[in-house]
């Protein structure tokens, strides 16, 4: 679970930092880096200036996430990679619930995340896609200020509904929904998907439905 976390907290950070190239993908580099820029002081700056009042209200700081990062997530594709051959034994209200229970985790997550940040530098990398290619991994590379260790992440990507959308990030080589998938196929296989939904529920912070 610290694994995971970890993987989240740097990997949705870094993509808080990087959500222009991905909608960019078509327009020129220096529109693109231009994007990136703007929209990095532009977040940055209103985090800086409701630090205090998002720590103290939690659920601002999560309204804040749903309004500028969740638009970027393809949840249900990432909920069917994650649950594998159990997205098809799962009923239709499963389903739903799972996804919309693995979207408040990443919500929750990413909150800690966002006020964990501390002006790391985010170095981008050539997006890797054929030509008409819809699917881009995206390479960027998190470096410390404090002289530790550079993180590579890879943000992989596809086309939904005319627009780029993540369905998986990796940090330093593992997989963000390999990691998930691993733990809840444990807890299906020995406890089922509906124990499953009610930890999930749990963590979140919600009764079981």
């Known amino acids: 679970m610290k694994r995971i976390r970890r993987i989240v907290i740097w990997g949705l950070t870094a993509w808080f930092l990087s959500a222009g190239p991905v909608a960019a993908q078509s327009q020129s580099a220096e529109q693109a880096q231009s994007l990136v820029r703007e929209t990095t002081d532009a977040v940055l700056s209103r985090l800086e200036s ?65 006020l964990e940040y501390s002006g790391e530098t985010i170095d981008y990398r050539p997006v890797h896609a054929g030509e008409n290619a819809d699917r881009v991994s995206v390479p960027t590379e998190v470096v410390s200020d404090q002289g530790g260790p550079s993180i590579p992440i890879v943000y992989r990507l596809h086309q ?50």
Do not use: C
């Open 50 to 114: 409701k630090r205090e009042a998002l720590q103290q209200n939690p659920e601002e700081l999560y309204a804040l996430i749903e309004d500028i990062v969740l638009p970027h997530f393809d949840f249900e594709a990432m909920s069917r990679l994650v649950l594998a051959r159990h997205w098809r034994t799962a009923s239709e209200e499963q389903r739903r619930q799972f996804v919309e229970e693995f979207r408040r985790l990443l919500v929750r997550t990413y909150g800690t995340a966002l």
């Open 160 to 209: 939904a509904n005319g627009k780029w959308l993540v369905y998986d990030i990796s940090v330093d080589g593992v997989s963000l929904l390999l990691n998930y998938r691993n733990e809840y196929n444990t807890v299906i296989r020995r406890e089922g998907m509906d124990a499953l939904l009610a930890r999930m529920s749990g963590k979140n912070g919600r009764a079981p439905s």
